[in-house]
Every structure is written in C-alpha cells, then in structure tokens.
C-alpha cells in the first residue's frame, strides 16, 4: 500500500486555514444568524491532523426551543405552504448562491469531513449540487397535488370526491458525517419543494457546510423567517428534544441503525412520521463468468472516503472457483490504494471522522480476528505518514477471508476499509449469504450474463442494487432500506411524497334544477 505521502508538501494544512477562515459559526434560527442564548460553542476538529480547525455554536435547550418555535410559527402563520412560486424562487436563489460558493464548500468538506478531494467532483458534492434541490423544484410544477376519484362513490354523482396533498409541517432533518452536504441537500429539497418547514441538525463533527448554508439561507434568499433553521449541537440531549417536541411532525434522519430506532422511540409518544437512512453490509456477488478487472476494481470501492459509506459493498461474495485468484487479486489492489492527506488529489482513503470511530474499526477487525476470520493484508493505523497527519484518523484499509459469514464483521456495519471475503457454491447460495443480515440497503452483482446477473438482484433483499456497474443513484432514484437499513426512501417521487400527507375531501353538490 502507499502509505507514505512524503514530505513534498502539506496541503491539507492550507485547506484547514481556508475553511476556519471562512467558516460560518453561527446558528440560523428565525431568520436571524445567532451564537447560542449561552454563547456556548464546541470545536470543529480535522480528521486529518486531529487539530481544532473552530469553533461552532452550541445550540442549548433554549435556542432548540427557538428553532422549533420558529419553524411551526412559519408554517402555521405564513403562505410557505401553499405559496407555490415563492417555493420555486427561494430553490432557486439558494441554487445560485450555493454554486457561487462551490469550492468553499469543497474545500470545508475536506477540512471537517476528511474526505478525499476527489470524492467532491462526485457524490460528496457536485452530484447533489447539480439536482438535489432541481429535481424537486422542478415536482412544484409537475407533481398531481389533487385528484377527483371518479363517480360519487356509495353516495351518488352529486358526491364530488378529490384527494389533496399537503405538506407534513414541521421536518426536523438530522444528518450524519459522511456525506453531509450531500444528505442535507436531499433532505432540504424536497422538505421544501412540498412546503415544509425544516429544522436541520448537523452532525456536530460537519456543521460547517449547514451554517454556511444557513448564511446563504440568510443572505441571499427570500426565504421567510423560520422556514429553514439551522441548529448545530454536540448534545444529544438537546437534538433529541426535535424527536420528543409535539410541534414536530417528522423526524427525516440518516445515520446509524441504533441511533435510528432511539428516534423511533423517542418520537412513539407523539406519533410522529419517521423516515430513518440507516445503516448497511451490503454484499458485492462475483459469479464465476464475471470481468475479474471490473470486480478487483468494484471491491476497492469500500476504501473510498475511508469506507465510511452506507451503501459500501463491505462484503465481497465471490464463487468458489475463481475465489483463491480473486483474493490475491484484491489483496494486491488494497496494498496499492493510496492513503493519506485527503486535500492531495491522488487519495483515496483519508482518515476516518473521529478517533472514536477509528477505535471503533480496529477494534471490530481485532474481534473478527479473534472469531476466526483471516487478515490477508491491511488493518491497523498505517506507518510512514508525514508528521502533519500524525494526529489524523487514519486506518489501514483490511482485507479478510471469512469462511464463516455468521460471524459479527461478516454481519455488522463497521464504518470502514474493511473488506470481508466470502465464498459461495452456487447462485442460490449467494443468495442465501446476501440475505442472511439484518440489514438491506444496497449491493451489486457482477457477471457477464445481464439476465443471470438480474435475476439475482431481484431476489436480493435489498433497497437498491447495481449490475454490471450499473448506477441506481440520483435525485429522482428513492433510496432507502430494507429491515434494519431503515424506514421509508430518500429522494425519487416516493421520497418527496414522504414529505406530504394526504387528505381526501367529500363534497356534494346542489342538485340542477
């Protein structure tokens, strides 16, 4: 593996100074940038030196009541909605603004969320940039708000009967780490396209790409106070006042499975609409007819960003026959990744957001170790890195053979470059394998027979799956999870209509005389 970066330069020591430089610290609440009623703030660490890169303003119980009140108050007393044309208008200038700031954003992302630069020319940011606010602008226009049933039902032709959509009210939008602006902005675009009003909570290790978006909420849209509020806290205790307030109808939220069903808990009380992104250990089938170079290639996808992907295809199901080459051949891959500072445009790994999740990785891989897997190459903190990422959060990205799928780093989300191998007999088989976890997200199939490939991807149980390289992504693709991968989809028709409820009116009409 490339572990040693050299002493050429120290980039991401540039790209930390720009990000502290122009970051945003403060809240948005009501309309208003604010600090905290306190003037409480946390640090904003870099995962690539461990260095504070600022401070961040620290929502309190008070300033979450703010923001609360102020998002019901906007969608109680304002037209947000059912004000059609300004929804249009406010998506768009916020459009503009955010792709006037592009490479602030890039730069940010890399500086908080310790992604590779070159993850920014796609998923992490100018994917969701290019439509995730567009796709759902454009449904303010297409999208069927009323319907007429036909005929009058049991109650004859005078009984005019129209189903209405209408905004849910108030969204409280909790996003993760990973591939936070990306998950911010297909939260807010359709929330809003369907006239909700959003109280969003950043992770407190990424809050810098939401206050900025707040100050470009705040400075450059017509947004009315309340609409959108933007509240960072490290507390769980303050973000979990979103889950149990009754003046919030729907918890949106993307992140860990166990956090997931403490929200579900948490929101019983008042029967809120919950819609969870959840975790996954997605598998990756390599039948025994596939391109070897696309499932080599398929497999070092779990070491982008550091694997820290939901929808990561962390298992790699290979047919026994070509299993032993496959390894080697994926070994050799993993040895050749470069790893290291994520502002240098060659790396594919950086570092892992927090030493707690670092921990956390090495800890699994030393537990499946134990439990009898077999460590082909990688693992642990890697040597050689230049001392101005001595700090960082860096893991070795790991190869293991795991003849035993049953196994907990066979089944368990590990949030890491962690690759498990797997073999398999035959197609029914890897079925089998595939199927057997808790969770569902996503996975792929690789052979090169497309119908064989499809027919196996039909039977995965999963929310979304790619053959061939095949890429399910995109703003108008729900995506979501099966079992423990979470409750409802994230973008596509069906991710803008978990943003509506749905109201039928019965009217009857005078009789002609």
């Known amino acids: 593996m490339s572990d040693t970066v050299g002493e050429r330069s120290a980039p991401v020591l540039e790209v930390n100074r720009l990000a502290a430089a122009n970051a945003e610290s403060r809240m948005l609440i009501a309309g208003e940038l604010v600090a905290a009623a306190s003037g409480a703030v946390f640090d904003n660490l870099s995962p690539a030196t461990g260095a504070v890169l600022g401070t961040t303003a620290a929502a309190e119980s008070r300033d979450m009541d703010r923001a609360i009140a102020a998002a019901r108050r906007a969608f109680d007393e304002t037209d947000w909605p059912t004000n059609r044309e300004l929804r249009k208008r406010c998506l768009g200038q916020l459009q503009s603004a955010l792709e006037g700031d592009l490479e602030a954003l890039r730069t940010e992302l890399v500086a908080e969320a310790g992604c590779p630069v070159m993850t920014t020319g796609n998923a992490q940011l100018e994917w969701p940039l290019a439509e995730a606010l567009r796709y759902p602008a454009g449904l303010i226009d297409d999208f069927g708000w009323e319907r007429e049933l036909s005929g009058g039902g049991l109650f004859g032709p005078r009984n005019v009967r129209t189903v209405v959509q209408e905004p849910v009210g108030v969204v409280a939008a909790i996003c993760p780490s990973n591939f936070p602006l990306e998950v911010v902005l ?45 509240v960072p806290t490290p507390s769980n ?217 499809m027919g196996i991807a039909r039977r995965v149980r999963t929310g979304a799956i790619g053959v061939n390289g095949g890429m399910f992504y995109g703003a108008d693709a729900p995506f979501g999870g099966f079992k423990n991968s979470g409750v409802g989809r994230q973008c596509g028709l069906e991710g803008f209509q978990q943003y509506l409820e749905t109201k039928t009116i019965g009217c009857r009409i005078p009789r002609q005389h």
């Open 186 to 230: 297909n939260k807010l675009g359709p929330a809003l396209a369907a006239g909700n009003t959003v109280l969003l909570k950043p992770d407190p290790n990424t809050p810098w790409n939401a206050t900025r978006l707040g100050r470009l909420i705040a400075e450059h849209t017509d947004f009315p106070p309340g609409v959108v509020n933007v």
């Open 237 to 453: 205790e303050v973000a979990a006042l979103a889950a149990t307030d009754p003046r919030v109808d729907l918890i949106s939220f993307t992140g860990s499975t166990a956090v997931g069903r403490t929200l579900m808990r948490l929101g019983a009380d008042t029967v809120k609409r919950t819609f969870l992104e959840l975790g996954g250990k997605s598998a990756l089938i390599v039948l025994e007819d596939a391109d070897p170079v696309a499932a080599v290639r398929s497999a070092v996808g779990v070491c982008v960003h550091a694997g820290q992907a939901c929808a990561a295809t962390s298992r790699m199901l290979v047919h026994h026959s070509i299993f032993e080459d496959m390894v080697g051949a994926v070994a050799a891959a993993f040895d050749a990744v470069p790893l290291g500072d994520p502002a240098l445009p060659d790396t594919l790994v950086g570092p892992v957001i927090s030493a707690a999740q670092q921990r956390r990785v090495l800890d699994a891989t030393t537990r499946g170790i134990d439990d009898g897997a077999e460590l082909v190459t990688g693992g642990g903190v890697p040597r050689g890195l230049p001392d101005y990422l001595a700090g960082g959060h860096f893991v070795r990205p790991a190869v293991f053979v795991c003849p035993d799928p049953r196994i907990a780093l066979a089944r368990e989300e590990i949030f890491g470059p962690v690759l498990v191998m797997i073999p398999f007999t035959d197609d029914d088989d890897a079925v089998r394998i595939a199927n057997d976890t808790g969770y569902g997200l996503a996975g792929a199939v690789l052979s090169r027979s497309t119908e064989r490939a």
